[in-house]
């Protein structure tokens, strides 16, 4: 009988676990597909860093800004350099995965296929690392994003917390620090200069583009053409092959 009474009863805390658990993430998913994030982990995450090393001066420049109000220019860019199957895949881009494990089992250098989705799940909530629970976490918050968001919230929320440069996050803070322009009025080039340096914003620099960050910019408008311009995200059609 003892034994069934701790059955019972670790039953009920196992269940009650699973019902906070998906009330703690569920809810705060839901709620930002309509609430604008003040900041994001991976914003604290950098200026916890930088403070910890002594740079007193660090400063996030981080200014929010609705899609609508940004260039259709700087969508398509992202997505060239990041996902390009972002407007049809869900969440996760099972052949990129595939195409780095395999390059990896060949001795290549194990690169990143994380979508733009992926991306917003890591960088809005979660810490830094590449531990199993973390990973396990992110494609759980993937899931939940890519049913809970349509597609332009998750690109609206990328475009503006992803970091372009040393406590620099979102295109707004981005072209306004380096064009001296809105975010709204960047052109194909500019917006192209933007996305070659989101791989590795720290040490990859528009201000100071260096040959392979110019090469990469030129390399990414001809992408950005070739996927059709930013007409590409208002539909689902399958890319052209162009990887």
Do not use: C
């Not at 805390?13 to 309509?34: F, Y």
């Not at 992926?118 to 590449?130: H, I, T, Y």
Request: net charge positive; no cysteine; charged share 20%.
């Amino acid at each position: 009988m003892r034994n069934k009474g701790f059955a019972a009863w670790l039953r009920r805390a196992l269940l009650k676990a699973a019902l906070a658990w998906l009330i703690l993430t569920v809810l705060p998913v839901l709620a930002l597909r309509w609430v604008r994030p003040l900041s994001s982990a991976y914003m604290l995450e950098a200026r916890w860093r930088a403070v910890s090393a002594g740079e007193r001066a660090y400063r996030t420049d981080f200014r929010w800004v609705p899609y609508g109000r940004i260039s259709p220019q700087a969508g398509i860019a992202v997505v060239a350099s990041e996902d390009q199957t972002f407007p049809y895949n869900h969440g996760f881009d099972f052949r990129a995965i595939d195409q780095a494990i395999r390059t990896a089992e060949r001795g290549g250098r194990l690169r990143g296929a994380s979508t733009i989705t992926q991306q917003v799940a890591k960088n809005l909530f979660l810490w830094g690392g590449r531990s199993f629970v973390r990973k396990g976490i992110e494609a759980y918050l993937t899931v939940l994003i890519d049913v809970l968001w349509p597609k332009q919230r998750v690109l609206e929320v990328y475009l503006n917390i992803a970091q372009f440069g040393h406590g620099i996050f979102g295109v707004q803070a981005a072209a306004q620090r380096f064009f001296h322009e809105p975010a709204a009025r960047l052109t194909p080039a500019q917006a192209a200069l933007l996305a070659a340096v989101l791989p590795d914003p720290v040490h990859w620099h528009v201000a100071n583009p260096s040959p392979f960050v110019r090469w990469r910019q030129g390399w990414l408008l001809h992408q950005m053409a070739d996927l059709g311009g930013p007409a590409y995200l208002r539909h689902h059609a399958p890319p052209p092959a162009v990887r």
